[in-house]
């Protein structure tokens, strides 16, 4: 991965499915602009052709062929909207990104290194946010969704928490700043500390 020699700051907000990522994004969205922090936010797969491509196909395929997908749309997306944004020194906020990968392609028993060297050429976030939440309660958020992906389906939280502890491993490996965030009823809270971890970008 290279690192980001714009002027802006890539954040990436990952975590497994129903444990609470776009709830905690709204928020953030909300407290960043009271602060009147130029912020850009987006996220994958991303709402051009190829990403909504990638979504439809990805519920009745797996393995290689989507996480070349996935890639091609990430790489897309960089072109499109993270690097021209990053050049206007905005902060970039993408609800999943690299980590995302190392997750969901991992559980269509892709290996790490196939992963990685997909996206060996993307740009790397500065700020990677790791959220968690307890196995359980992510459960029973799912159980109020309307539907589910398949990924979402026959309880995998558990194996999505594992594959994102071996990729936050990776990530660090590789340099990359990454913050932990549990996602426990102090919503506010949990905003602000994401918000601090921008600030001391």
Known sequence: ??????????????????????????ELKKELEKREIDTYFTKE???????????????????????????????????????PQLEKGKIVITDRYILSSLILQRMDEV??????ELNN????????????????????RLKERDSLTRFEKDNKTNIE?????????????KGINVFKLVNDDDLKGNVFRVIQEIINL
């Not at 290996?111 to 990685?116: D, P, T, V």
């Not at 993307?122 to 196995?135: E, K, N, R, T, Y």
């Open 121 to 140: 050429e993307i740009i790397q976030p500065d700020l990677q946010i790791a959220v968690f939440a307890d196995s359980q309660i992510i459960q029973s």
């Open 45 to 83: 797969p991303t709402g051009n052709e190829l990403g909504c491509f990638v979504r439809e196909y990805a519920e009745k395929s797996k393995g290689i062929s989507i996480a070349c997908l996935v890639a091609a749309d990430r790489y897309q997306h960089l072109q499109d909207e993270i690097i």
């Open 111 to 116: 290996s790490e290194e196939f992963i990685m």
């Open 161 to 173: 928490l594992k594959y994102m502890e071996r990729g936050i491993q990776i990530l660090q490996e």
């Open 1 to 26: 991965m290279n690192r980001n020699v714009y002027n802006g700051k890539l954040v990436a907000i990952d975590g497994p499915n129903g444990v609470g990522k776009t709830t905690i994004i709204q």
